[in-house]
């Protein structure tokens, strides 16, 4: 009988970082969507560096980051309590970072969207900044918004190598099934490793076909 506590510490660690990548992701749209100078090209460039830099590179600046002999894993570890580095918390950190980018860009492309003669007007009869944007520029960046949520939740889910690097291998405790798998296949247990391959095989598939659906209803609306 399989043992479903990979399935359950993945999905924990994924729920836990879509929500928090959802709030970081959609306050710094909402800063840089209206924005196109210097400095906004260089945060974006480094909010996007998770993309292009091996995950391995992203897992061990992590470590380095959070071990307790430097500043802030100290700061975490011995004032506040909270140990990061071969935890669950570790891997939920990497899955914010390798999937924030994805969830960023969907967002702010959402609000770049957005016709800006429709908020003008919003202003022009008296609405205030934070009402357009709740009223206004949420609603009609949903789409985008739900599939950055789908695309950052499914890259958690098969986030591997910084997670392997700040968070290791624990059972019971980081074992998620991209590390799983990896582990089962080291050990020979072929059979076993096919398990968790499928059912991330079919999370990506439904992953996909829903994005594929919500696009094909958004281009008859447009239509």
Do not use: C
Request: proline share 4%.
């Amino acid at each position: 009988m399989s043992d479903f506590t990979p399935f359950w510490i993945s999905l924990r660690v994924a729920l836990v970082s879509t929500v928090v990548v959802f709030i970081l992701g959609i306050a710094l749209a909402r800063i840089m969507y209206h924005r196109r100078t210097k400095w906004t090209h260089l945060i974006e460039s480094i909010v996007l560096l998770p993309i292009v830099l091996p995950p391995t590179v992203l897992g061990f600046l992590l470590l380095m980051l959070f071990s307790v002999d430097q500043p802030v894993g100290h700061l975490l570890t011995d004032i506040l309590g909270v140990k990061v580095v071969f935890t669950w918390i570790g891997a939920v950190v990497a899955s914010v970072i390798v999937s924030f980018p994805l969830m960023y860009q969907h967002t702010v492309q959402g609000f770049r969207n957005i016709n800006p003669r429709m908020l003008n007007t919003a202003r022009t009869m008296g609405a205030s900044e934070l009402k357009i944007f709740f009223k206004i520029t949420l609603p009609l960046s949903k789409r985008a918004i739900i599939s950055g949520m789908m695309l950052a939740f499914a890259r958690a889910i098969g986030e591997f190598g910084a997670t392997l690097m700040i968070a290791g291998y624990i059972p019971g405790k980081t074992n998620t099934l991209p590390l799983e798998i990896y582990f089962l296949v080291q050990q020979g247990r072929e059979n076993q490793a096919w398990l968790w391959v499928l059912v991330l095989v079919a999370f990506a598939i439904s992953v996909i076909g829903t994005m594929n659906v919500m696009n094909r209803e958004r281009y008859r609306e447009v239509d």
